[in-house]
């Protein structure tokens, strides 16, 4: 038997275009209380998007429920994540792991396994950000979102963003 690489289920993403709007729909279900974080780049000059520096705005809201937690993406800026929505439509985006192996085998690995680089790759060391969203549409069904935190080998379960964002 293969020993996974996949070490934990952490998210469910969704990308959505209305989070607020969304929220108020999954309160009806009883599923809260939320988190919204509004995140955005602009003066962090050391954030690059798929290896450039370029501009991402969101804004995100968390929720931890059934074991696991729930991620609204909803674009502002003009980036990946509209660019989906505007082809797709809301919907779930992808699921977030912590891997067995360090963030750069795992990329190392997606590139070896399917000829692709990351469809995003973000990247901010002053705050210890850096996730990449593997493209797996053919072999899996979706996207899978990694992420490489130095100090602890893999992001923690329970991660929250910094309140300051």
Not at 27 to 54: C, Q, S
Request: proline letters at 5%; hydrophobic letters at 40%.
């Amino acid at each position: 038997m293969m020993d996974t690489q996949f070490a934990k289920f952490l998210q469910i993403g969704i990308i959505v275009e209305d989070v607020e709007a969304t929220i108020k729909n999954y309160e009806k279900y009883g599923i809260g209380p939320w988190r919204v974080a509004p995140f955005d780049t602009e003066g962090m000059e050391d954030f690059t998007l798929n290896g450039e520096h370029k501009r991402l705005h969101t804004i995100m809201a968390f929720c931890n429920v059934w074991g696991f937690e729930l991620e609204l993406i909803q674009p502002v800026s003009d980036s990946p994540y509209k660019t989906w929505l505007k082809e797709h439509g809301p919907g779930m985006h992808h699921i977030a792991l912590i891997t067995r192996d360090s963030f750069e085998d795992v990329l190392k690995e997606h590139k070896e396994l399917t000829g692709q680089d990351p469809w995003l790759w973000c990247k901010e060391p002053n705050i210890g950000m850096e996730f990449a969203y593997l493209d797996l549409h053919k072999e899996l069904g979706m996207f899978l979102e990694v992420y490489n935190e130095e100090k602890h080998g893999g992001i923690p379960a329970n991660y929250q963003l910094p309140e300051n964002l």
